[in-house]
């Protein structure tokens, strides 16, 4: 049975990480009242109307529904990707829209990795190279050898200096995991992350993000209009016109 809740507000306001002793045991993310509302030819446009979601710390949550449902509007407000009508969400402990987009997009580093259906590889860089650049953007001196050792998690270890163009669809989502989970990220955001694979490579990509979940206890959050998947998490929502609806 689905095991979230709508929440009220606490009675304390939100504090950062580094104010917080209860952080460490808050859920991950924390939504209330979220909306997004925005104009078209004929008039506003609701595509989310007053979402309440909670999602504990190491838990996996599906949210599904039907294609214009929302959802993947629902996951970019989720990061701080896109910016509420009204509401709030909390990642990590921070209200990401009390922060301006320079520290949302810090916030997001520092703390959430992504896999998404076109996989986004940089075409000119070798399969090792994408998997090393978030860590050399931090300043990783050991960026190389990490990637290396999460490309051969994957099974990727004979394609470590294979362009994006040289990798099948599997494998180029096998590269986008490890890019994700090497830098071992407090939450993983999967945006329907087999919609572009054949069904058999969907199933092994989807085995591999679960067994890398469960051995780095990232907080898994997963669009997705396959039911099946969906079952896997442990936490189920659906999204329909905007609403959520279980």
């Given at each position: 049975m689905f095991a979230f809740m709508t929440i009220t507000a606490p009675s304390h306001p939100a504090t950062s990480p580094a104010d917080s002793s209860d952080n460490a045991t808050?859920?991950?993310i924390v939504v209330r009242?979220?909306?997004?509302?925005?104009?078209?030819?004929?008039?506003?446009l609701t595509i989310l109307d007053g979402i309440d979601l909670s999602v504990p710390r190491g838990d996996s949550l599906a949210i599904v529904g039907a294609s214009g449902s929302g959802k993947s509007t629902l996951l970019a407000l989720l990061a701080g990707l896109d910016v509420p009508s009204h509401g709030e969400?909390?990642?990590?402990?921070?209200?990401?829209?009390?922060?301006?987009?320079?520290?949302?997009?810090?916030?997001?580093?520092?703390?959430v990795g992504f896999v998404f259906q076109n996989f986004q590889l940089i075409a000119h860089l070798s399969a090792i190279e994408n998997v090393m650049l978030p860590m050399e953007l931090r300043g990783d001196r050991l960026a190389r050898s990490k990637a290396q050792a999460m490309l051969e998690r994957v099974g990727l270890g004979q394609r470590l200096n294979h362009r994006p163009v040289l990798l099948s669809g599997?494998?180029?989502?096998?590269?986008?995991?490890?890019?994700?989970?090497?830098?071992?990220?407090?939450?993983?955001m999967a945006d329907e992350p087999t919609g572009s694979l054949d069904h058999a490579t969907g199933l092994a990509v989807m085995d591999l993000m679960f067994e890398l979940n469960r051995e780095i206890g990232t907080t898994l959050v997963l669009v997705t209009h396959d039911e099946k998947i969906a079952q896997r998490c442990a936490h189920r929502i659906r999204i329909q016109a905007g609403r959520l609806v279980s």
């Open positions: 808050a859920p991950a009242g979220l909306s997004k509302v925005v104009d078209d030819v004929g008039g506003p969400v909390l990642l990590g402990g921070r209200n990401l829209f009390d922060l301006d987009e320079d520290a949302r997009a810090a916030h997001r580093a520092a703390h599997g494998e180029q989502q096998r590269v986008a995991l490890a890019r994700a989970f090497v830098m071992r990220p407090d939450i993983l």
